[in-house]
């Protein structure tokens, strides 16, 4: 399946912004089923100064903000071909060592809500059988709901909340799936939804790594493992290092954000 993807953010100010950075992770790679036909991005009021890999292999790049500016738009676009592999993604690969996906970070750390939807889960079964049973768990325990959670928000936070949306999702399943021994990470990106084209947000889900078959994709807000409407775009131990924008401003007290984003099917 072909898709083509338009994603423009936009900050408005209510003053001019004197000096500002920001770390762009927007940008797919070739690999695991995806292949990138073609992919650009736009800055309008700031310059890019760089670009490079991270530890995680993601396209990250750096920014600046035009002093005196009181907008700053962002436009990542491009077509991106996807191959259905019912969520495999595939063998380990990049700069990271597989231990390194069992850390625990201040967004994934495990406590009790954890503990308890661990303790759940049948023992004796494969390890795949355990994680498709955990993202079950997550899904009942998180219900999907926005506005109710922040990007700071933790996993346990929103265990005990009860309520969330695909990062807190993610981050659920993924320190859940590190506490049963097995490394995982999060996953922003691109999800085409079969009923609307204009989206607001971004996705995410969550990979486990088992030993037959590598990294395996699980998109526990839908209940599913990613398919062809997937488009990887970056990877982190948790949200803050698989972001799609983040950065600081001084000067510009208000901020307003605006995101328009469109995944369709090319024909």
Known sequence: MRL?????TTYAYDGPVDFGMQQLRLTPKSTGGQKVIGWTTRI??????LAFEDHHANTVELVSVEPGVTEIEIVS?????????????????GYMPLWLFERQTPLTRPGAGCRRLVARIEPRSGPLER??????????????????????????EALAAGEGVCQDHAHAFIVCARAMGL??????GYLMMDDQVAQEATHAWAEAHLPDLGWVGFDV???????????????????AEAAPVNGFRTGGAREDLRVALDVRQQQ
């Open 183 to 188: 490394p995982a990470r999060y996953v922003s």
């Open 77 to 93: 676009e491009g077509e991106i071909e996807i191959e259905d592999r019912a969520g495999v993604h595939g063998p380990h690969a």
């Open 44 to 49: 309008g009021g700031g310059r890019r100064e």
């Open 131 to 156: 994680l498709h049973a955990l993202s079950e768990l997550v899904r009942e325990t998180i219900a999907y709901r926005t506005g109710r959670s922040g990007t700071s928000t933790t996993a346990e």
């Open 4 to 8: 083509s993807i338009s994603h423009r």
């Open 221 to 239: 807000s839908n209940g599913i493992s990613p398919d062809a409407r997937y488009v990887r775009v970056a990877t982190g131990l948790d949200y």
